[in-house]
């Protein structure tokens, strides 16, 4: 397969890798029986969820996205970092008093990313885009991830596709423990939300020798200068929620985990990195080219799709206007939902939802995607980029679908596994 790094010529896509014979069912057996063993059951919809055919890409690919990774991770640092410095952002994002006010208790604390999941289509011409950031629920994807590349690796079947895990999945643990402090205990915050994969990164973490317990945001109380559940100490946390239940918090409690405790998601990257209005910051050339080197805005630009915040007048007028390819999402929200595209809605609606409920929704061009053949469906392709604080994992899992929008959670995808080819 054709591949070179030089901007705007690059082929990166990945490859269906399927098994000769039988050895698809065999593989398909084997791995139910590695869920069983794990969790007692198959979990997110049984077996008729999973592929077992990996995706997988060179590992010159891998390098080359490991570069994008970095530059991405500096330009989202910067966007919030400069939020209440450079007004172009602000206005972007048009935020709530209650999350500005948020936002103005992290200024001038050290930001980090942490768990980041940039979701990216496969376009017909053979490139990578980024159509959202992953933010909230921060381990969302990360566990289904190591965990079905953990059990590749000992799957029969694929020695017939030449591929191998991917090796920087076998770490997520590891580093997410090593982030926390083992000697304390560790606080996952959640109410609305009961979880499925952080609760698989604590068995992980407890094995690793790093407690926790589960608390609501509201039950935490601010006593004697500590953040106190129960009467514990509490000084580390996972916020497991999304950024609409940062309002449960007691404003003492908030306020004193945001400047002096470990913890992950930062509340800039809830409020600002999981807000698709994020790309359109991203895209914005004029910004960027304030907080990037030359090389650094290169490298970026290619998987970007263009993206615009509702919040200008002109952008509004343009889409009800225009009957392109357009496609509107939610700025907050997340697995595909309220989201339209402007071919399969009446002109009514989109105009409707344009005028009346512009400041809940970003826009993007639609993108035509690359397909592939799946048995008797043909099927495009969404796949995440796991990233921990700037750091590269790998590929996780892809996400088919013969949905303009692919949504496993409301049984409308497949999750196939990641690979890489082996080196020759």
């Excluded at 990641?418 to 080196?423: K, M, Q």
């Amino acid at each position: 397969m054709p591949f070179t790094t030089e901007i705007g010529k690059t082929s990166l896509y990945a490859r269906l890798c399927p098994f000769p014979g039988d050895g698809g069912e065999q593989t398909r057996e084997a791995l139910a029986a590695q869920f069983r063993e794990q969790f007692g059951e198959v979990p997110i919809g049984g077996m008729d969820t999973y592929s077992c055919i990996p995706l997988a890409l060179e590992p010159e690919q891998l390098h080359y996205l490991g570069r994008f990774v970095k530059v991405l991770d500096k330009a989202l640092c910067k966007i919030a970092e400069n939020y209440f410095r450079d007004e172009r952002i602000r206005s972007i994002y048009g935020l709530d008093p209650f999350l500005e006010s948020v936002l103005a208790m992290a200024e001038g604390q050290p930001f980090r990313t942490g768990a980041c999941r940039p979701d990216f289509l496969q376009t017909s011409e053979g490139t990578f885009k980024i159509c959202e950031i992953g933010a909230r629920f921060p381990l969302n994807g990360w566990m289904i991830s190591y965990y079905l590349n953990r059990f590749s690796s000992s799957l029969p079947g694929y020695a017939y596709t030449k591929t191998a895990p991917l090796p920087g999945l076998d770490e997520i643990p590891e580093r997410f423990v090593s982030f926390f402090d083992t000697g304390k205990v560790l606080a996952v915050l959640m109410d609305d939300e009961k979880g499925s994969e952080i609760h698989w990164m604590l068995d992980e973490m407890r094995q690793r020798g790093l407690d926790s317990l589960i608390a609501r945001p509201q039950d935490l109380e601010f006593e004697d200068g500590t953040i106190q559940y129960n009467g514990k100490e509490l000084s580390q946390f996972i916020l497991e929620m999304d950024r609409e239940e940062l309002r449960k918090f007691r404003p003492e409690v908030l306020k004193h985990m945001v400047r002096t405790s470990t913890y992950i998601n930062d509340v800039r990257t809830l409020i600002l990195l999981h807000d698709k209005r994020v790309l359109a910051v991203l895209y914005n050339r004029a910004i960027m080219r304030d907080h990037l080197s030359e090389e650094e805005y290169a490298l970026l630009t290619p998987f970007l799709v263009p993206s615009y915040s509702l919040s200008d007048p002109k952008v509004r007028i343009r889409i009800t206007e225009d009957a392109g390819d357009w496609i509107l999402k939610r700025s907050s929200g997340g697995r595909g939902v309220d989201m339209y595209v402007r071919n399969e809605c009446t002109d009514a609606f989109w105009r409707h939802t344009v005028e009346t409920r512009w400041n809940e929704y970003m826009v993007q061009t639609f993108v035509p995607q690359r397909h592939y053949r799946l048995e008797d469906r043909i099927i495009q392709v969404v796949g995440v980029l796991l990233c921990f604080n700037g750091h590269f994992f790998g590929t996780g899992i892809y996400r088919g679908s013969a949905y303009s929008v692919v949504n496993v959670h409301q049984g409308r995808g497949i999750i196939f596994p990641g690979a890489v080819f082996n080196s020759v």
